[in-house]
């Protein structure tokens, strides 16, 4: 049972680039979200979704988009990296009302 | 107001004392109570739920006070590995919405 699995685990990118952090899980989950976590701010809410093709945004949505096209996935796309993305990003899944399980992370530095 | 605040410490605490946080919300529909531990560099587990009773398990008790809007967490007899941030975690779900916020969490460093 993998449980969440993020990819990649680090990434570097120049500014003005686009990339896709993947998130999968195998929990049968409705519930997913995107965290970012910096220094000093705690986790702050991107997008989360609450089923499939449906999707909703957090607290600092700003640069990124989601998409929920099946159960198990919920990909975050950088449209045009920034140095302000620069972050360590986790996506989550759960049911409602319970315990969310996280993912080990993506690292990501934008140059 | 942020939606969940915590003091952020470093709580320094002796190995064996007993040791509290606490952390208020701001949204008065929230509904679901949580506490979060999160190790250096690691992803955030779950501690344990805060039920409107109060709740324990082993060294560990978590309070919530919904007319003040506050959750606590007391941990007794602590360990060295219980050296962590620990983080607070209120889920509102509204009829447009479905948030589960974090606060930022209070370090907590166990002395020997």
């Known amino acids: 049972n993998a449980g969440v699995t993020q990819t990649p685990k680090f990434q570097v990118l120049k500014t003005g680039q686009s990339m896709t952090l993947q998130c999968a899980q195998d929990m049968n989950h409705e519930y997913m979200s995107w965290y970012r976590q910096d220094p000093g701010m705690g986790l702050r809410l991107i997008h989360y979704?609450?089923?499939?093709?449906?999707?909703d945004q957090g607290e600092v949505p700003n640069g990124y988009n989601v998409s929920r096209s099946t159960t198990e996935d919920f990909p975050l796309r950088l449209l045009s990296a920034a140095p302000s993305q620069t972050s360590v990003y986790f996506c989550?899944?759960?049911?409602?009302?319970?315990?969310?399980?996280f993912g080990p992370g993506t690292r990501l530095t934008v140059l | 107001r942020k939606e969940v605040e915590q003091d952020p410490g470093p709580f320094n605490v002796p190995e064996g004392a007993t040791v509290a946080f606490n952390c208020t919300y701001s949204?008065?529909?929230?509904?679901?109570f949580f506490w979060y531990r999160q190790d250096c560099r690691k992803e955030p587990k779950l501690l344990m739920s805060v039920y409107s009773s109060g709740n324990e398990d082993g060294r560990f008790t978590a309070q919530l006070n919904r007319a003040s809007q506050y959750i606590s967490l007391l941990i007794r007899d602590s360990k060295l590995s219980d050296s962590a941030t620990y983080l607070c975690?209120?889920?509102?779900?509204?009829?447009?919405?479905?948030?589960?916020?974090f606060g930022k969490g209070t370090r907590l460093h166990i002395l020997p």
């Open positions: 989550a899944s759960g049911t409602a009302y319970n315990e969310q399980f």
């Open positions: 975690v209120v889920r509102a779900r509204g009829n447009r919405d479905d948030k589960i916020i």
């Open positions: 949204n008065s529909a929230s509904q679901s």
């Open positions: 979704s609450v089923g499939a093709g449906i999707t």
